[in-house]
């Protein structure tokens, strides 16, 4: 019985690596964007924290209000840019994610074909057989 040699299994074993590759790119950003959220989280937390010594009547002087309102105002700015940038990070995923679906649709275009080639094979195989088997048969009713 012969081996089976799929043709295209170097492109195969290549759309693998690719697909690999995409995944990693999509952990990579998941993580990115959780960082990027863990930084909006951390500055809203700083910003209630600044209201919160603001609506304090014990720390009210003049001049402590004028800072805490100056630092909400830097921290309000820092929140809209973060959430900028938590809004990139989603298209990076988004992206990747799709990157990684096309790159598995490809793999898996080749893997039926594979599985289809594999059978095709199997098929000519059992064929070959048989015609051995029938040249056998009539060799030895010949030979009687």
């Known amino acids: 019985m012969n081996k089976f040699k799929f043709k295209l299994q170097g492109i195969l074993n290549y759309k693998q690596v690719v697909e690999d590759m995409k995944s990693v790119e999509l952990i990579n950003a998941n993580e990115e964007l959780k960082n990027q959220e863990e930084i909006l989280d951390n500055t809203m937390n700083q910003k209630e924290h600044l209201n919160r010594q603001k609506n304090d009547t014990?720390?009210?002087?003049?001049?402590?209000?004028?800072?805490?309102?100056?630092?909400?105002?830097v921290t309000n700015e820092k929140i809209k840019k973060q959430n900028k940038m938590v809004e990139t990070a989603k298209d990076i995923v988004d992206e990747k994610k799709v990157e990684l679906i096309n790159a598995s649709k490809d793999k898996k275009i080749l893997e039926k074909l594979k599985t289809k080639k594999y059978k095709e094979f199997l098929v000519i195989e059992k064929r070959n057989e048989e015609k051995i088997i029938d040249q056998i048969n009539?060799?030895?009713?010949?030979n009687i």
């Open 58 to 73: 014990k720390l009210t002087t003049i001049q402590n209000l004028r800072n805490i309102n100056t630092f909400i105002n």
């Open 138 to 142: 009539s060799f030895n009713s010949c």
